[in-house]
Structures are given as C-alpha cells and as structure tokens.
C-alpha cells in the first residue's frame, strides 16, 4: 500500500487528471489511453487484484460497476464502452491496486480477444 502507485494517486501524491470521486471510489484518465475514452475507476481502499475481492468490498465495488455507464457518457462515451478489468499474472495486469478500465468510441472497439484454431471446441 506504501509504494503503490494507485494509493499514491488516492492520496494525492502522485497527480491525476480526476473524473470523479466520491469516499470509497476515484476514477482518473488513463496516462496511456488506447481510445478517446479511456480512465480507470478504482477502489480507495488498496486490493490488489479482482481475484482478491471479498465482501467487505462490495460497497466499493458495487460502486464502481454502478458508477461506470454515468462516468462513461458523461466523458463522450455514449453510445457504449468495454469495460475491462485484468487480474494477476495471467490477466496481463500491471498496477496491483484493483482498476476497471472504461474504454470507449466514437468508433467501435476492435474485437477484445481473438479466436485462436486451438480454440475451436468440435
Ligand atoms: P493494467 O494492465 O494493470 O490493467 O493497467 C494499468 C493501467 O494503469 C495502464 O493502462 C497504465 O497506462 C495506467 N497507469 C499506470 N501508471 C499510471 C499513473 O501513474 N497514472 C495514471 N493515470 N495511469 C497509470
Ligand atoms: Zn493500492
């Protein structure tokens, strides 16, 4: 929680473009966006990862999920976004302070995952 670089952005150590907040949710734009709408929504209090989720957590999370269309239109996404949220290793995940991703338009998103041969269940 101490060299976590989502908790310092919570604390205001580190500086974020803020799109909303409120006592147990932040959401900020993403310093790397990939659309023309990309910020994170984040819980204030440190869990690292989705799979670490409990129910203590569902206020914040509940939060967060409820919180996502709202913050998205109000940002330009209105005609629908991705939601996206990577945990652990096998997720890709970078920053280990658990963060939805709302990406979005105006043009559609390409496809999130693709198919591979193996895939293919006959
Ligand atoms: P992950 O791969 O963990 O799902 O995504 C982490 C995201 O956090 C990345 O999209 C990355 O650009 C973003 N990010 C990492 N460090 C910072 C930061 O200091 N400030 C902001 N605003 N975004 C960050
Ligand atoms: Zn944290």
Not at 18 to 45: G, M, S
Not at 90 to 99: C, T
């Amino acid at each position: 929680m101490e060299d976590c670089i989502f908790c310092k952005i919570v604390r205001g150590e580190i500086p974020s473009r803020k799109v909303y907040e409120d006592d147990d949710i932040l959401a900020f734009h993403d310093i790397r966006p990939i659309a023309p709408v990309h910020f994170l929504i984040i819980p204030k209090i440190h869990i690292p990862t989705l799979g670490d989720a409990a129910p203590g957590h569902q206020l914040a999370l509940g939060k967060i999920m409820t919180m996502a269309g709202p913050l998205a239109r109000q940002q330009g996404a209105d005609q629908g976004f991705r939601a996206i949220i990577n945990s652990g290793k096998v997720g890709l995940q970078e920053v280990y302070h658990v963060h939805m991703h709302i990406i979005g338009g105006p043009e559609p998103l390409p496809p999130m995952l693709v198919r591979r041969r193996t895939d293919r269940v006959e």
